[in-house]
């Protein structure tokens, strides 16, 4: 079954980074679409970046673009997400997800999927920025 394993989360100071890595099983990684969310209490979960498997191509929430980069590892169908910079308002839990095609080629492209769309959730991964 598919699984995802999201690690890498934990407590910095404002200005600092971390790296979040999520490791996926049992699918075929190279045709799907993977994203990061995050959800701050109180708020509703956000996409924070998607990445195109097969093509490496990215997308970024604008409150993130030049501070966080999303890149992938096909053979180890590792997913991360590196942080730098990091603001209080980054606070949340980041969750790693994966759209997975039930047709190929898909219907739809990575970019346009939205948060309801993606078929696979991990546990997500707590990150707290403190002032």
């Known amino acids: 079954q598919v699984q995802l394993v999201e690690s890498g989360g934990g407590s910095v100071q404002a200005g600092g980074s971390l790296r979040l890595t999520c490791v996926a099983s049992?699918?075929?990684?190279?045709?799907?679409?993977m994203g990061w969310f995050r959800q701050a209490p109180g708020k509703e979960r956000e996409r924070v970046a998607s990445?195109?498997?097969?093509?490496?191509?990215?997308r970024y929430t604008d409150s993130v673009k030049g501070r966080f980069t999303i890149s992938q590892d096909n053979a180890k169908m590792t997913l991360y997400l590196q942080m730098n910079s990091l603001e209080v308002e980054d606070t949340g839990m980041y969750y790693c997800?994966?759209?997975?095609?039930?047709?190929?080629?898909?219907?739809?492209?990575?970019?346009?999927?939205?948060?309801?769309?993606?078929?696979?959730w991990g546990q997500g991964t707590q990150v707290t920025v403190s002032s």
């Open positions: 997800a994966a759209f997975v095609p039930s047709r190929w080629p898909r219907a739809r492209t990575c970019s346009s999927l939205n948060r309801a769309e993606y078929n696979y």
């Open positions: 049992g699918y075929t990684f190279s045709r799907s679409c």
């Open positions: 990445i195109n498997i097969e093509s490496d191509g990215t």
